[in-house]
């Protein structure tokens, strides 16, 4: 079984600030990782994925996470926040095995509010 | 191409009835699975279909159900509902089964009082 944890409830910046978004992950298996994102009343957009290669995801939105297999993280990071990324932010897993009926399961999410 | 799209967005019940939601997967899409989002427990599992068939299951009493038709349309139905089951009901689809990346419709806000 997979569980995610995501570090911070909530994470306050301001416009323009850069912004890390904590995830960490256990599992026995070899996984795909995922962010999401859902704004108010609205469902969940993929934000980007990692599936194999190169540990340095680019999604929309001008987000990026990087992949650290030794730490089980999948940080996702921005250089420079808009009041639109205002959102609550979640980090998913999946095991990697083709044809497997494996769950996706996510993490409890990050409301991240851009104040100006 | 149109999204995953989930009817009706917002319902409101009373203890003890019960509730049919729908959802339409991306075209071409033939696995839909639902979710259950609430405050206090977060994104949860219910279920996943392809070809007609439930293929997996969360951890959710009988009293929810589900079907899948032969176009991938899936309804999920709740029996004698109880307050805990007010949530945003999520649906995602994928192209297969065990596919890794799902996409979400917009929900359905249950509201049971």
């Known amino acids: 079984a997979q569980s995610v944890t995501q570090l911070d409830s909530q994470v306050p910046v301001f416009e323009e600030a850069p912004v890390e978004l904590r995830c960490n992950y256990s599992?026995?298996?070899?996984?795909?990782l995922f962010w999401y994102v859902q704004y108010p009343n609205q469902g969940l957009q993929l934000l980007l994925k990692?599936?194999?290669?190169?540990?340095l995801v680019k999604g929309i939105n001008g987000f990026e996470a990087e992949f650290n297999k030794s730490q089980t993280s999948f940080h996702l990071r921005k250089p420079s926040v808009h009041i639109s990324d205002t959102a609550e932010y979640f980090c998913?897993?999946?095991?990697?095995?083709?044809?497997?009926?494996?769950?996706?399961?996510f993490g409890k999410g990050t409301l991240l509010t851009v104040n100006p | 191409k149109a999204g995953v799209t989930q009817t009706p967005r917002y319902l409101i019940k009373t203890r003890g009835q019960q509730v049919t939601l729908s959802c339409s997967p991306i075209?071409?899409?033939?696995?839909v699975s639902w979710y259950q989002q609430t405050p206090g427990q977060g994104l949860q599992f219910l279920f996943e279909?392809?070809?007609?068939?439930?293929?997996n299951k969360g951890n959710f009493p009988g009293r929810f159900s589900g079907r899948q038709f032969s176009n991938s349309r899936s309804e999920m139905n709740v029996s004698t509902l109880e307050l805990g089951d007010s949530a945003l009901y999520l649906c995602?689809?994928?192209?297969?089964?065990?596919?890794?990346?799902?996409?979400f419709g917009p929900g359905t806000r249950l509201l049971v009082l």
């Open positions: 075209s071409g899409h033939r696995s």
């Open positions: 990692y599936l194999s290669g190169s540990t």
């Open positions: 279909y392809f070809s007609e068939t439930q293929r």
């Open positions: 995602a689809s994928s192209l297969i089964i065990g596919q890794e990346t799902q996409y």
């Open positions: 998913a897993v999946k095991a990697a095995l083709r044809g497997s009926n494996y769950k996706l399961t």
């Open positions: 599992s026995s298996v070899s996984v795909y």
